[in-house]
């Protein structure tokens, strides 16, 4: 069986050769075939163009059905056409499509069911577009929203969130500062009531900082990587899903976001620019956000300072003796072993396995203590912390 339509408006006949498996079993795509009808072809009604795709397309499959009889399917009736239709083709055309009805191995029939050749997609299909700036613009909640700097902005300003326990409970804040000269000037800061969190806190205050700039081209800085996300990344995913989860349940803060995604609409253009926390060079962008940080810490009532914590210490030799890390390596797997060989280890006589450099091969159960004392004290990142377990 061939199927046969047209595609993209018309400009290309497209079929799929199919072959019966067995009894009640469909007809099993066999080959695809597709080609775009010339200048006079697209000149011709509808139908004719179909009677030409048909002609076109068994031409492509006899190099396949080499003689065998194929039925040849399409929306229209195209032995009626040929038998009396009012013909506008040259008479050397016409010869063609008729020889194709005296061909013994075709039948020519209705087709009454879906036509597979229609979902055959071409090269003129779909709209030309850069992916990327299609997936930026829905993320984006409106279209003017920046990530950097506006260049010539009415107004900067600098938001943060606070949120620390204070006897048995928690106290969340937040703070709006701006510029004012060399000085930084707190807008706004408010207690957020409970139940709250330090992330609430700042969806609080970015909100505020959106309301407190209406009408004015604004850029916000936040260090504040979720807030950032939420402007950029997810708020136009969650709100074009009904802020909903996967199990249909409402996102965490759902209804800030909302408050927030309202707010932003605000300003005339807005800019929510995402900076470095924890920084202390004196760049205006750091000050404003220690501004912030300081003036979200006040309103909450905590102080800020250096913590010194003092714990006893305690090492690994305190707690595993040698014999321990030798029970350790005897647990492993053969297959482990065999690899800790490959890559230079041997046993010595007491039974302790020692790497090329000499040093301890630490087993997984070793080697989980030895990360949770090394990060635990020092709380550093990977690559300080294979070092620190080193030595």
Same mark, same amino acid.
């Given at each position: ?59 492509? /499959?006899?190099?396949?059905?080499? &003689?065998?009889? *194929? @039925? #040849?399917? +399409? ?8 038998? $009396? ?123 505020? /900082?959106?309301?407190?700039?209406? &009408?004015?081209? *604004? @850029? #916000?800085? +936040? ?8 402007? $950029? ?159």
């Amino acid at each position: 069986m061939l199927y046969v339509s047209t595609s993209a408006g018309g400009r290309f006949a497209c079929a799929v050769l199919c072959q019966s498996t067995g009894t009640g079993c469909s007809p099993q795509p066999v080959a695809y075939y597709s080609t775009a009808f010339s200048e006079v072809e697209l000149g011709l009604s509808e139908c004719y163009r179909a009677m030409v795709g048909v002609y076109l397309m068994y031409e492509k /499959a006899s190099a396949m059905t080499m &003689g065998y009889p *194929v @039925t #040849i399917l +399409t929306h229209h009736s195209l032995r009626n056409l040929l038998n $009396h239709g009012k013909y506008t083709l040259t008479s050397s055309r016409l010869r063609d499509y008729y020889r194709l009805l005296e061909q013994e191995d075709v039948t020519l029939a209705r087709c009454t069911t879906v036509n597979p050749a229609e979902t055959l997609s071409t090269s003129e299909d779909g709209e030309p577009h850069d992916c990327v700036k299609e997936a930026e613009k829905y993320s984006k909640l409106r279209s003017d929203l920046k990530a950097l700097p506006l260049k010539e902005a009415d107004l900067e300003l600098w938001t943060d969130g606070s949120c620390y326990r204070i006897g048995n409970g928690l106290v969340a804040g937040y703070a709006v500062v701006k510029a004012s000269g060399d000085q930084f000037e707190t807008v706004k800061a408010e207690i957020v009531p409970q139940p709250a969190s330090a992330q609430l806190a700042e969806l609080v205050g970015l909100t505020e /900082a959106c309301l407190l700039a209406e &009408g004015r081209k *604004v @850029t #916000i800085y +936040t260090d504040s990587a979720y807030a950032h996300n939420v402007c $950029h990344l997810f708020g136009a995913v969650w709100r074009n899903r009904g802020f909903k989860k996967t199990d249909g349940s409402p996102i965490q803060h759902h209804d800030q976001i909302m408050k927030l995604l309202h707010a932003m609409m605000k300003p005339t253009e807005i800019a929510i620019a995402k900076c470095a926390a924890h920084r202390h060079d004196m760049s205006r962008v750091t000050k404003g956000n220690i501004a912030a940080d300081e003036a979200a810490k006040a309103v909450t009532g905590a102080k800020s300072g250096h913590v010194l914590l003092v714990t006893h210490e305690v090492t690994l030799e305190d707690k595993i003796s040698m014999k321990d890390v030798i029970l350790m390596q005897e647990a492993v797997p053969a297959v482990e072993k065999q690899l800790w060989i490959e890559r230079g280890a041997s046993q010595e006589a007491s039974g302790l396995w020692r790497n090329h450099e000499g040093l301890m091969v630490a087993p997984p159960d070793l080697l989980g203590l030895l990360i949770q004392e090394a990060h635990g004290q020092a709380h550093v990142a990977s690559t300080s912390l294979t070092e620190i377990s080193r030595s």
